[in-house]
Structure formats: C-alpha cells, structure tokens
C-alpha cells in the first residue's frame, strides 16, 4: 500500500493558510471600525479543518474547513485561500 503524502503547496503554506483563515474570520473589519465589542463575539467561532487523501490522485489531500458559529449573534465570515 503507498502512503499518501501531501501536496508539495499545502506541505509548505499548511501553517500559514489556517492562520490566515483564523485572522481573517476574527479580526476582519473589527480593528479597523474600533469595534472592540465584535471582537468578542469572535469566541464563539470554531474554525474545523479535516483532510485526507485524494482518491484519484494520492499525491495530494483533500481538505475541507468549516466555520461554525456557536454565539446567538449572526457572523459575516469571509475567508479565502491565498495562493
């Protein structure tokens, strides 16, 4: 059986793209509007990433995200992959 290894993009950037991902959801428009209030709010967003091998091509995973807001308040998530 081959091991599954992980695409040389994601292998390299992993670290900086979930970070970026978290800074973005919790720190978008916040700072900027000196909406310290918002800012908590954010506490209530659990960012979930899982992965696993691409059945048609093994050399690469696949990665699915999800955002899940646990706070009565409505969250704007606006969040993307920067290549």
Known sequence: MKEATMHPFLRQNAVRIAAALIIAATTSGAFAAGQLQAIR??????????????????????????????????????AKLDP
């Open 41 to 78: 709010r954010y506490r209530d967003l659990k960012v979930y990433t899982t992965s696993k091998p691409d059945k048609q091509r093994p050399e690469r995973i696949m990665a699915r995200t999800q955002f899940v807001n646990e706070g009565r308040t409505t969250l704007r998530i606006d």
